[in-house]
């Protein structure tokens, strides 16, 4: 009997399947498997009515070598070459994923104008709006007088041969991935087929004649490139362009990056006239700032390189609930337990009869640890009702033992925080040397206890005053 050719790829993770189920086994989602055959899509070998040929030598060569261009192309949008590892790396392939609308083909648009102005041949393939669309908009963000050359194409073979003729382009912008098809698989445009395809026969054509490719990703409700995840790993690097709704700034942040950092990112703000770069994003997350409220603690962050202050709100309130309220926006709701058990467990600072609310100011999200220590003199001020001192910053991993452990680019921090006025700063022991002017006014306790009586010691002193 001849084997079946006919699969189910689940078009949210990419696996495959032999015969169709209402739920994916490998990523629990539902109603994601859709049958596509085997003749170009994963898993798919020579095919049957094909003889096999014999490979072919490949020339082999040595590490040393001359480099025929400068291994990468500077943008001269400083947020964006940061957020790259300073600039985009030819022949390479980067993936920029975003919610709908967020300013991903702004950025993109400005990025192209800016390499154009600079001399590179710069093409630009939209499968999404037509060549007008994207001419309305470079009008708008005064980019219409650059060399960017446009098309509307969504056939892969087509763009391939039509950024051949001439001279080698230095980038490529392919908007989106998740619109293009290729004549080598036999299912719709978006499917996980098509998009592995596509992307495989641009990253070829990267790697073959040193143009450097960004492919453009729509982004699932779950915050996900859409597509299998097979993609982020065929590319060099993998940026998301983030943002909330009610905030004009945009973070870009950097999750893969093969010829430099992970962890760094690049803050915009969005206007109408495109989005303009924020040099200092401490600033942008502190405008707003109620020093004189409960609740309330600064963090001296770091994203990468770059040290980072932004607010912390928390409030704490009696709940009327059998079991207290915990929510969440910007931080890790596990890592929140954690704390409220540790104050409990060895500070004597009960939260059972509380509901407790928490939140990073501007929209912001916190990854590192350091920001235990901001979390748990955020919560014991509201609690007390007690403001913490205005031009204080706060930062130090929590342990389960209640000490407090020291975190890296303690200067750093310090420093960024004395740059924007503030004068005191809680930190843990054992960190980096301090400079001079940070030594008479830092805090550093020993543990998570010592920082509870500190701030009910101002409580109690204003009590007798």
């Known amino acids: ?177 998740q619109t293009l098809w290729t004549d080598a698989a036999d299912s719709a445009p978006g499917t996980v087929t098509q998009v592995r395809a596509a992307a495989q026969a641009l990253i070829r054509y990267a790697k073959s004649t040193g143009a450097a490719i960004v492919l453009v990703g729509h982004v699932t409700k779950e915050g996900q490139i859409a597509g299998p995840r097979v993609v982020e790993h065929m590319v060099d690097a993998v940026l998301y362009f983030e943002g909330e709704g009610g905030h004009h700034h945009r973070i870009l942040r950097t999750v893969k990056n093969r010829f430099g950092p992970t962890d760094e990112i690049g803050v915009f703000e969005m206007s109408d006239k495109g989005l303009r770069e924020v040099s200092n994003p401490s600033e942008l997350f502190l405008g707003e700032r109620h020093a004189a409220a409960p609740g309330a603690a600064v963090f001296a962050g770091m994203e990468g390189t770059r040290p980072v202050l932004v607010e912390i709100q928390s409030l704490v309130a009696p709940t009327s609930l059998g079991t207290p309220r915990r929510a969440v926006v910007g931080w890790d709701s596990p890592r929140l337990a954690m704390v409220l058990a540790v104050l409990e467990a060895h500070c004597g600072v009960r939260f059972g009869q509380h509901d407790v609310y928490l939140n990073v100011a501007g929209g912001y999200r ?43 680019h303690a200067q750093q921090r310090l420093k960024e925080a004395e740059k924007l006025g503030f004068g005191q700063a809680v930190l843990p022991r054992g960190s980096e040397e301090l400079g001079s002017g940070n030594d008479s006014r830092a805090f550093q306790p020993a543990t998570l206890a010592d920082l509870v009586v500190r701030i009910a010691g101002s409580l109690r002193r204003d009590t007798d005053d």
Not at 94 to 103: E, H, K, N, R, S
Not at 130 to 136: D, G, K, M, N, W
Not at 384 to 392: E, K, S
């Open 1 to 177: 009997m001849a084997k079946s050719r006919i699969q189910f790829i689940c078009q949210n993770c990419g696996s495959v399947h032999t015969r169709w189920a209402g739920k994916c086994d490998a990523c629990g989602e539902w109603n994601t498997l859709v049958e596509e055959g085997t003749s170009g899509g994963i898993g798919s070998g020579p095919s049957s009515l094909r003889t096999s040929r014999k490979g072919r030598p490949v020339a082999l060569t040595s590490l040393a070598g001359e480099i025929e261009d400068a291994p990468r192309i500077a943008s001269g949008i400083s947020e964006l070459d940061r957020a790259t590892g300073g600039g985009f790396v030819r022949g390479s392939a980067l993936l920029v994923g975003g919610d709908p609308g967020i300013g991903k083909s702004t950025l993109l648009t400005q990025a192209a104008a800016a390499l154009a102005r600079r001399g590179n041949r710069i093409v630009y393939v939209s499968g999404e709006e037509a060549v007008a669309q994207i001419r309305l908009r470079a009008q708008r963000l005064g980019a219409a007088d650059s060399t960017v050359e446009l098309a509307a194409e969504t056939n892969v073979e087509d763009i391939l041969a039509t950024i051949a003729d001439g001279r080698r382009p230095d980038l490529v912008i392919i908007d989106s991935i």
């Open 366 to 408: 916190i990854a590192e640890p350091a920001a235990d220590l901001a979390v748990a003199a955020a919560l014991v001020s509201s609690l007390t009702g007690l403001a913490l001192p205005a031009d204080c910053v706060y930062f130090g991993e929590i342990s389960l033992s209640g000490a407090i452990r020291p975190v890296a």
